[in-house]
């Protein structure tokens, strides 16, 4: 018995030899499939899964070569293995160059097909599974896992989805939290490099030497500490794609560099004298205007049209609240999970307020509100006491408009008290949640006197 078990497909209108295969391969434990004409063996290939097909040459209604080439077009994981009569195994040559696995000749090759199916089955199987794992990932990371249905959301889906197909620089424009990142996984993965790497870097939480560094890499001995050759991020990506958030953020003179590996596809590395080649497609965000930041000096201008090539603007959560549902549904889910607990969704009121608040953190401060409420919950939906405390200020239909919802530190203030009540005090879980550095944090805690 074939370790591999298998459907397998028989195209042959000689009636002897094709029940003769079919005895003999079932007895090795496959799924035997049996047509007479090409057209039959397509419309068995559209109602079942197949995973081999052995084919005749001569076909009454087709020629064997040209069908196996009309099969490995639309299935490509199919593997094809040829039956060519005696003298014609041009014929099988030629069949494999159109894609098919193998042949044999009929009557002489009898002892090779069950070894010969064998490998063809081992192969169909591994590219199945490959193309499930690349269907896994593209549900993971990709479209599908964007959430909501208002108009300016799907616009920028569709956007996204027209551009991601081509290679072609992506700008990625919004506040902090409306998930740029995910839009950027959500290109890649629906780009025919998705089975290349994707790699981010946030440009601000390095130095401006330590992100040259890293993002090209340097020899050995180019400075102190640099003790081994280095491959930077932009080669580690080569044939993928690499995503530079918060490109505003990035010093003026390593923009100079950025903007020749745009233009060549070259670099230098720190200490090299020679250029390194890529092949790497560039996406980037900012919650920046880098008009204004171009405007201002700060941000080179040559760079900012290339890559605005293509701009696509994502909207805050204020500006879709009737996705609000959806998302906090989704999050409730995940996080339920996570801290095993049964929660089958969440009060009136609760929703009412989450729609009523202003979202400065946006998506990722609603993920954050989410995953504190769950772990507070003592009953089977969340209902408003489990809410922060500013929620309580608010009513249906009252948006969070005070005149300190718009001074940037009093909300900063706010949200960093608040992620540190849901981080009962560990300071470190709380910079991650706040995507900033410990440093940074303690900084800020001495800032606002946050004891």
């Known amino acids: 018995m074939t370790s591999a078990a298998g459907k397998l497909l028989i195209i042959d209108d000689e009636e002897r030899l094709r029940q003769l ?35 005749d040459v001569k076909l009454p209604d087709a020629n064997g070569i040209e069908l196996s ?15 060519t009569a005696y003298g014609t195994i041009n014929d099988g040559v030629t069949a494999i160059k159109n894609g098919a696995f193998d042949y044999i000749t009929k009557g002489d090759d009898n002892e090779r097909i069950i070894p010969l199916v064998s490998k063809a089955m081992d192969k169909a199987l591994l590219q199945r599974r490959v193309l499930e794992l690349e269907s896994k990932l593209s549900r993971r990371f990709g479209f599908e896992r964007i959430i909501g ?21 992506v700008l990625l424009l919004g506040e902090t939290g409306t998930g740029k990142e995910v839009f950027a ?38 400075f102190t500490g640099a003790i081994k050759d280095k491959k930077g991020l932009f080669e580690e990506a080569s044939g993928g794609t690499i995503f530079l958030d918060e490109i505003g953020e990035m010093d003026h003179d390593l923009q100079a560099k950025l903007l020749r590996v745009l233009e060549s596809q070259q670099f230098i590395k720190i200490g090299d004298t020679k250029a390194t080649q890529v092949n790497v497609r560039i996406l980037a965000a900012t919650n920046r205007d880098l008009q204004v930041e171009v405007n201002e000096g700060r941000f080179r201008s040559d760079l900012f049209y ?25 999050f409730i889910k995940q996080f339920a999970i996570k801290v095993g607990k049964h929660i089958n969704g969440y009060t009136p009121e609760f929703i009412e307020k989450l729609e009523a608040y202003n979202w400065p953190g946006n998506i990722r401060e609603l993920k954050n509100v989410i995953e504190r409420a ?4 003592d009953g089977k939906e969340l ?12 009513s249906p239909g009252n948006n969070y408009n005070q005149a300190s919802t718009f001074d940037l530190s009093v909300m900063e203030q706010q949200h960093i008290k608040r992620t540190l009540a849901h981080t009962q005090g560990n300071r470190a ?14 900084r800020k805690l001495k800032e606002y006197g946050i004891e």
């Open 429 to 442: 879980e709380a910079a991650r949640l706040l995507n900033i550095g410990i440093a940074t944090l303690y």
């Open 383 to 394: 209902d408003a006491d489990v809410l922060p405390y500013e929620f309580d200020k608010l």
């Open 149 to 169: 249905t208002s108009p300016s959301i799907t616009n920028a889906i569709k956007l996204a989805q027209k551009v991601a197909a081509t290679d072609t620089t």
């Open 306 to 330: 290339r890559l605005s090539v293509f701009q696509i603007v994502l909207p805050s959560l204020r500006d879709r609240r009737k996705d609000i549902g959806p998302l906090a549904e989704s």
């Open 185 to 222: 996984e959500a290109i890649h993965y629906s780009s025919l490099r998705n089975n290349k790497p994707f790699i981010a870097i946030n440009c601000s939480a390095f130095s401006r030497e330590l992100l040259e560094s890293e993002l090209f890499g340097h020899k050995a001995g180019s």
């Open 69 to 83: 080439k009309t099969i490995k077009t639309a299935y490509p994981a199919v593997e094809i293995i040829m039956l």
């Open 21 to 55: 295969l079919a005895r003999i391969l079932q007895l090795e434990g496959y799924t035997i499939v049996q047509a007479t004409t090409a057209k039959e063996g397509l419309r068995q290939l559209d109602n079942q899964t197949i995973d081999v097909v052995v084919c």
């Open 374 to 377: 769950v772990i507070l919950c």
